[in-house]
């Protein structure tokens, strides 16, 4: 059985951790089944923020008559998006790799871990033990309790930024920031999209106005409805639909 100073399961924020303590002189274990890199740069905030860019070139360039400057957009490119997206991800994935694969005393274990004795870890085949176990394996998509949605299927971070191409339309259900990124990307690329949120508020953690704001220009773009719950799921051929109840007057839509 191998035995460490530390060990480290996630290699998002859990890194840096790795990273001090190695620095330290200590010997160390990272352990993830995923990526190295965690959701932010792997799923996350890295590549949605380029999502992001090129949907606020789209609008700028829509916006531009505004102010007296008129521009003609021929299309979006989702490929060349898509391809900038992977090599932004693995050009920062790769050196980490590197690194890790380099350093004495830092092992990265690629594999799911699970507790099977005091400070002692199962890892695929193998079991290791440490003075201190650190858990930063951050957190999952929450799956809301939908009628249907499994049998439908579905798209999250972990698998909306391997789409092959934009769809013509896309129901998002949720209200948040993340929410409010995809619907951006994807009202720019050219899909029809419909945000399903259950808060009264778009953007419930923001400033009231900031969330009111921000409301009104996605509202221009894409439908959004807020105080509404997704109750069931349901698909024909290709096609997608939510069955949601306005919380406030109880009535229920197809959307």
């Not at 620095?23 to 274990?29: E, F, Q």
């Not at 997206?85 to 920062?92: A, H, P, R, S, Y």
């Not at 999952?140 to 999250?156: A, H, K, N, Q, S």
Request: aromatic share 8%; net charge negative; glycine share 10%.
């Amino acid at each position: 059985m191998e035995r460490y100073d530390l060990i480290v399961i996630g290699t998002g924020a859990g890194q840096n951790v790795a990273s001090s303590a190695y620095s330290m002189g200590l010997k160390v274990a990272v352990i993830d089944k995923d990526p190295i890199g965690g959701t932010c740069l792997n799923r996350g905030c890295i590549p949605s923020k380029v999502w992001t860019t090129a949907a606020d070139y789209v609008r700028e360039a829509e916006a531009g008559a505004d102010v007296g400057v008129h521009m003609r957009l021929e299309r979006a490119d989702y490929q060349l998006i898509r391809e900038r997206t992977w090599e932004i991800v693995l050009d920062g994935r790769e050196p980490m790799e590197r690194g890790v694969a380099a350093a004495p005393n830092f092992d990265l274990y690629n594999d799911v871990a699970e507790f099977v004795d005091d400070m002692t870890l199962q890892v695929g085949k193998e079991r290791i033990t440490a003075e201190k176990i650190v858990i930063a394996s951050g957190a999952r998509p929450y799956i809301p309790p939908i009628e249907g949605i499994e049998e439908v299927g579905y798209l999250t971070n972990r698998n909306i930024f391997e789409l092959e191409k934009i769809p013509s339309s896309v129901i998002i259900v949720g209200g948040g920031y993340i929410a409010a990124e995809f619907g951006h990307f994807f009202s720019a690329m050219g899909s029809q999209v419909t945000i399903v949120g259950r808060n009264p508020r778009l953007l419930k953690r923001e400033d009231p106005e900031v969330s009111t704001a921000v409301l009104a220009g996605m509202a221009r773009r894409m439908r959004v409805l807020v105080n509404f719950e997704a109750l069931s799921a349901s698909k024909e051929g290709d096609t997608r639909a939510l069955v949601v109840r306005d919380r406030g007057t109880g009535k229920t839509y197809k959307v």
